[in-house]
């Protein structure tokens, strides 16, 4: 095998409840390496449960980074990721240890491999404007003001994205000019570029079935109660964090909206929705030149012990 300091990071990939956080786990075991979090979501200390963050024996049985590590009161940005997983990925390679990189976030892996466009300062007050418009009107309105100030960036974003609606609309109210011209602008590029990605393509069946089981588990392992404690914390509900599935649907039972075991249906109906856009972005999006795709596996064994091809690709990526 390659010294970890000189041979690829790995990027493990692919959508929820795939056996991603595993796999990196048995290939840290097997490579003396770092598994290092781009999950957008494992970053929030106070969603440990709806996030499903590894559990103490699995931090415990290999080195871990990055997870749990933000307050949910802040917003974690690929850009602000993309700084704090370089200095992990330096980190491991300064202690010849393998960087092992693990999530479903597609973004911070593209922030990874392509690196970022260098973006304005968008001053506070027009970022507080741009929510509070769009909070006021909805939206879908919101959306058509949008795609009437910059209608090149509002063609490419979603009416039900309000994340990116705003982030659109407060480059060009602060800048004058589209984010899609500052993304032209050209990225500033990631120092580590030498990675070997594996993405977990499952068939949807099994894994549907598996979120069923993820659910069921965050249930009785007290994902009520850190939605309550959640809520108590009073978030904006622009903010990151308060978006994560479970934190919506189990909230609304909170509130008095709808019976529990609803609640959990649409927990159920919203990671499997959230897995379908995963599994879209990574078939479409690239992951590198040096991918190898696992679809029809048994991946609990491939978690357990990783066979032989996987090693033969990270030693011979190309």
């Known amino acids: 095998m ?35 979090n781009a999950d ?33 009161r802040e917003a974690c940005s690929a850009g602000r990721w993309l700084e704090m997983a370089e200095a992990e990925i330096a ?24 690196g970022l466009a260098s973006m304005p300062e968008i001053p506070e007050a027009v970022r507080a404007r741009a929510r509070a418009l769009c909070d006021e009107i909805g939206p879908a309105e919101f959306h058509r003001v949008l795609l009437a100030r910059d209608p090149a960036a509002a063609a490419r974003i979603a009416p039900a994205d309000r994340q990116r609606m705003i982030r659109a609309y407060e480059v060009i109210e ?8 500052w993304q032209a602008d050209g990225a500033e590029k990631a120092p580590d570029r030498a990675f ?55 909230g609304r039972h909170l509130a ?10 649409q927990m159920k109906q919203a990671t499997r929705r959230l897995a379908k856009r995963q ?7 690239s992951l590198g030149s040096r991918l190898l795709t696992l679809p029809e596996m048994n991946f609990a064994q491939l978690s357990e012990s990783p066979d032989q091809r996987i090693f033969n690709f990270i030693r011979h990526p190309c």
């Open 40 to 72: 957008s979501m494992q970053v929030y200390r106070e969603l440990a449960i709806l996030s499903a963050r590894p559990d103490a024996a699995t931090l415990a049985a290999a080195p871990h980074r990055l997870y749990g590590v933000l307050s949910a």
């Open 196 to 250: 070997a990605a594996i993405l977990l393509d499952p068939p949807r069946d099994a894994l549907y079935a598996a979120i069923e089981r993820r659910v069921d588990k965050m249930m009785a392992a007290g994902a009520l109660e850190e939605v309550r404690a959640f809520r108590a914390m009073a978030l904006e509900p622009h903010l990151p964090a308060s978006r994560a599935v479970g934190v919506v649907e189990l």
């Open 174 to 181: 602060a800048t004058g000019r589209s984010l899609l011209a």
């Open 256 to 265: 008095g909206e709808i019976p529990l075991e609803d609640a959990v249906a």
């Open 2 to 36: 390659t010294d970890a300091t000189t041979g690829p990071a790995i990027l493990v990939a692919g959508p929820t409840a795939s056996g991603k956080s595993a796999l990196a786990l048995a290939l840290a075991r097997a490579l003396d390496g770092v598994v290092i």
């Open 91 to 114: 980190a491991a390679r300064a202690a010849n240890k393998r960087p092992i990189l693990v999530g479903g976030t597609g973004l911070y892996f593209k922030a990874l491999i392509e």
């Open 279 to 285: 599994i879209t972005w990574f078939r479409h999006q």
